[in-house]
């Protein structure tokens, strides 16, 4: 008797597939982890804003000697922060970005675990809280990236991930969506900025983190625009502020960058004789010159730069020297070695630089804050589709996709002439060549053998 075809084989071995437990379980450990990456994301916004107000309660009474506490206070801070930083978390100093970065490329689980880790979500956060609540121009978005790569690496390794490259890639996207509510966002920051050897097999991963992050964020905290909806369009009088916005911007931007690389690799240079004893003498100057712009501001430039930013977007004018004071002061904290993004405060820099140049022209406060906003961050982290897809969710306003692009390339193309080195990648090979060092004086005492 002759046995009967099996009916439908593609079902059958479809359903043995997804009933398998060695199917299911790297999917469920990973959407875990990126449900995990939203849930963290807003609670460290949370606890940033939290800082943020204990430090103004401190210091902003608007009288007697608590005005003067920033010069103690903010230079004791730093220090804290980059003595806990050495001792305790070394590599969470800076944005976190440039670690996401170095960790695609090291191959040693050991080295990507000395960039990525838990103990450095809890020393990431921790010492970010501690730098906004001393008043540091420091931000956590560039450190959520850490976090959120840290987060879905360790997934990897519970869930017996092989591709941890693309689960770095995709918790640092979920890290940036989550961050400030834009998922298109943190798509085309893992493609642009992140990955710049982007692999199209990591989409899946890269939109999964991304979706399951943004659910955990929505349920906590419902949808939102970062700076509220931007209501103004720029009209064809306002072209020539377009081209003001991306060209002044991406040269600010572009000196950011500069200033930025130069001191740090330098100050690198100074601390090699007397690591710790030097770090914490830069940390202090760095404090106490951040405390002083900000009395000299009066105290515009302490913290995220957020609220001044959303108020130029509404209309409200900056006073003109606050970029100049902002971008100093990021400088500054960010060659602290203290942890810290550098995300909102270049978007407060960029909206402070195009409110004096709507001033200058006429021109609405808010679109032309919104261009500084394009122009400056385009030429800080030269990733031009992350900027403006960045700034046109965060506004919730579609009417300006094309200035906005404008500004953002105008930006970018203006940084590219005046440096070749994207920011986050520079800081990224400081990481690489400290993990090349190590193994090749690990390796040394063999080989004299």
């Not at 689980?109 to 010492?127: A, C, N, W």
């Not at 920011?423 to 060092?437: D, K, N, P, T, V």
Request: hydrophobic fraction near 50%; glycine fraction near 14%; charge should be positive.
């Amino acid at each position: 008797m002759a046995v009967p075809p099996r009916k439908y084989p593609m079902l059958r071995r479809t359903r043995v597939l997804w009933g398998s437990r060695r199917v299911w379980q790297p999917r469920l450990v990973f959407w875990s982890g990126a449900i995990a990456v939203g849930l963290i994301s807003v609670l460290f916004a949370k606890l940033a804003d939290l800082a943020q107000l204990g430090f103004h309660m401190l210091v902003n009474d608007g009288h007697g000697w608590r005005g003067w506490l920033p010069l103690v206070v903010t230079p004791l801070g730093f220090v804290a922060c980059a003595w806990l930083a050495f001792t305790c978390f070394p590599n969470s100093q800076g944005s976190g970005i440039p670690q996401a970065i170095a960790a695609r490329h090291l191959r040693s689980d050991e080295d990507r675990s000395r960039l990525l880790s838990l103990k450095m979500v809890v020393g990431k956060i921790g010492l970010t809280l501690l730098g906004l609540l001393c008043g540091a121009s420091i931000s956590r978005e560039g450190p959520t990236v850490q976090v959120g790569a840290s987060v879905m690496l360790q997934a990897a390794r519970w869930g017996g991930i092989a591709q941890e490259r693309g689960l770095i890639l995709a918790g640092s996207a979920a890290g940036v969506a989550a961050a400030f509510n834009t998922p298109l966002a943190g798509i085309v920051f893992a493609i642009e900025e992140m990955g710049r050897t982007y692999q199209a097999r990591t989409n899946g991963l890269v939109l999964t983190a991304v979706i399951f992050a943004g659910l955990a964020s929505l349920g906590l905290v419902g949808n939102y625009t970062y700076f509220g909806v931007a209501k103004d369009s720029v009209s064809f009088a306002d072209w020539p502020l377009v081209i003001a916005c991306g060209v002044v911007g991406g040269g600010f931007g572009a000196l950011f960058s500069w200033l930025t690389l130069k001191a740090t690799r330098r100050i690198r240079r100074w601390n090699t004789l007397q690591p710790l004893k030097r770090t914490l003498v830069v940390a202090a100057l760095c404090g106490l010159g951040v405390a002083v712009i900000g009395l000299a501001a009066g105290g515009l430039t302490f913290g995220t730069g957020y609220s001044q930013a959303r108020g130029a977007i509404e209309g409200a004018p900056l006073p003109w020297y606050f970029f100049g004071a902002k971008l100093t002061a990021g400088v500054l904290s960010t060659v602290s070695g203290i942890p810290g993004g550098l995300f909102a405060p270049s978007l407060a820099v960029g909206a402070g630089l195009g409110s004096t140049l709507g001033i200058a022209f006429g021109s609405s406060i808010g679109i032309a804050s919104l261009l500084g906003m394009a122009g400056y961050f385009a030429g800080v982290v030269q990733a031009p589709m992350t900027a403006f897809v960045i700034i046109l969710e965060m506004t919730g306003n579609h009417d300006n996709v094309i200035a906005l692009m404008l500004a953002s390339m105008l930006g970018y193309g203006t940084a590219r002439i005046v440096s070749h080195e994207p920011l986050y990648h520079a800081l990224s090979r400081i990481f690489i060549a400290e993990a090349i060092r190590r193994h090749r004086a690990e390796a040394a005492p063999g080989a004299e053998g």
